[in-house]
Structure formats: structure tokens, C-alpha cells
């Protein structure tokens, strides 16, 4: 099993719909938790950080849920503009610091 | 701001020759990293340094690849020999510290042939 796992998709929406991706991880260690998006041939880029509480920003909400050890992240509206590939990253200190990302999930709008 | 800086944005090499890609991380971040990306195994760390020192190369595939950080501003990582299999978007990553986002550079398409 990966450490950090994604639908790779892809998530095929109309304008105007609401999509919601998840990413499980396996080490229930894991402290801190992020969404990145990645254009096509462009690097990653960071959408958020997903906190314990849960957070939003604009058309975007980053939830956590600790006990299913997975993180979600859910498009309101969805533009045209929002047609990437969509990354979970999972990083974890116990012992050595470790960083991982998901293979991520691909949207088209 | 400038962001990171990697070189070259394009290697096209044949194998068995010695490739070696270039990163700038941005000015008073501590943490710098290396990843590959296929299209197969996703994003995957190969290295990672806080404050010029390798901290856990374990994601680096074998011996033909090295990496250093010879100084906060510059780092490498090298492919000796080339194999067609390391064809692939080599991406630096850097941090102000390991545990903090981290910024990409436009990242190296290497093609092995």
C-alpha cells in the first residue's frame, strides 16, 4: 500500500459543479497536510495547507479527518480555470523527516 | 522575489553520458530538495538538505546518482551514467525550513535516449 494515495481520476465537470477529491495516508504519524496544484508541464504550486479545523479560501475547502487518516478538498463553482492535477502532500518528523506526495488527482472543467 | 531557479529547462543526452542538473533555491530558505516526476511513479523525493547537509537520501534510485549542496545558493544532481529509464521532469524544491511549504522551480525534462 502507498503512503499517500489518490483517485488519479480523471474528474470530467461542468462549469458551476461542486467536485470533492480525497487522499488517504497511512502513517498515522503524519503532522502537517497540503494541497498543491500542477498545471500541465509546470511545476506544483501551493492551493493550501489543510488544518486540524478544517479551512477555506474563496472556492476552496481543505478538511482533515485524523481517525480515517485522509484529507479532502473540495471546488465550489468550478471554472475552467480550475482544470489541473490536483496533489495531496503528507509530511511526517518521527525520526527523519519525510514528505510525500500523492500521484495526484486530474481534473477537467 | 526571484522564485527557484533550475538549469537547464531542457537535456536531451544519450546514454551512458553524464547529466547534471542545476538549482538556486530562493535566498534564506534552509531546506532544499529533489524530486522526479514520470508519469508512472508520480512525484518522488530522491533528496533532501537542511542548511547545505544531505539529510535522508534514501529515495535516490542508486549509486549513478549524487547530489550536492555546496553551498545555500547552489545545488546539484548528477546522473553518471544516463540511463534511458531516468527520462523523466527533475524537479528543486526549497523551504524556509523542512516542515513548511515548499517552492518549486520550473524543473529540468531530461530525455535519455
Known amino acids: 500500500r502507498k503512503e499517500v494515495e489518490q483517485d488519479p481520476g480523471p474528474f470530467n465537470v461542468p462549469e458551476g459543479a461542486t467536485v470533492a477529491f480525497n487522499c488517504t495516508y497511512s502513517n498515522s504519524a503524519s503532522q502537517s497536510f497540503f494541497w498543491y496544484r500542477q498545471d500541465c508541464r509546470k511545476e506544483p504550486k501551493l492551493l493550501m495547507s489543510v488544518y486540524s479545523s478544517g479551512n477555506e479560501d474563496g472556492r476552496f475547502t481543505a478538511q482533515l479527518n485524523r481517525a480515517s487518516q485522509y484529507i479532502s478538498l473540495l471546488i465550489r463553482d468550478s471554472k475552467l480555470s480550475d482544470s489541473a492535477t490536483y496533489l495531496c502532500?503528507?509530511?511526517?518528523?518521527?525520526?527523519?523527516?519525510?514528505?510525500?506526495f500523492g500521484t495526484g488527482t486530474r481534473l477537467k472543467v | 522575489d526571484a522564485g527557484v531557479i533550475q538549469s537547464p529547462r531542457h537535456e536531451v543526452t544519450e546514454m551512458g553520458q553524464e547529466v547534471t542538473l542545476r538549482c538556486k533555491p530562493i535566498?534564506?530558505?534552509?531546506?532544499l530538495f529533489w524530486y522526479r516526476q514520470t508519469m508512472m511513479r508520480g512525484l518522488e523525493l530522491l533528496i533532501y538538505?537542511?542548511?547545505?547537509?544531505?539529510?535522508?537520501d534514501s529515495g535516490m534510485p542508486e549509486d549513478r546518482f549524487s547530489a550536492k549542496m555546496p553551498n545555500a545558493s547552489f545545488s546539484t544532481l548528477k546522473i553518471q551514467p544516463s540511463e534511458p529509464r531516468d527520462s523523466a521532469v527533475y524537479f528543486c524544491?526549497?523551504?524556509?525550513?523542512?516542515?513548511?511549504?515548499?517552492?518549486f522551480g520550473p524543473g529540468t525534462r531530461l530525455l535519455v535516449l
Open positions: 538538505f537542511n542548511n547545505n547537509v544531505p539529510i535522508d
Open positions: 524544491a526549497s523551504s524556509l525550513w523542512a516542515e513548511e511549504t515548499q517552492y
Open positions: 535566498s534564506g530558505h534552509n531546506s
Open positions: 502532500a503528507v509530511s511526517t518528523t518521527s525520526g527523519t523527516y519525510k514528505y510525500i
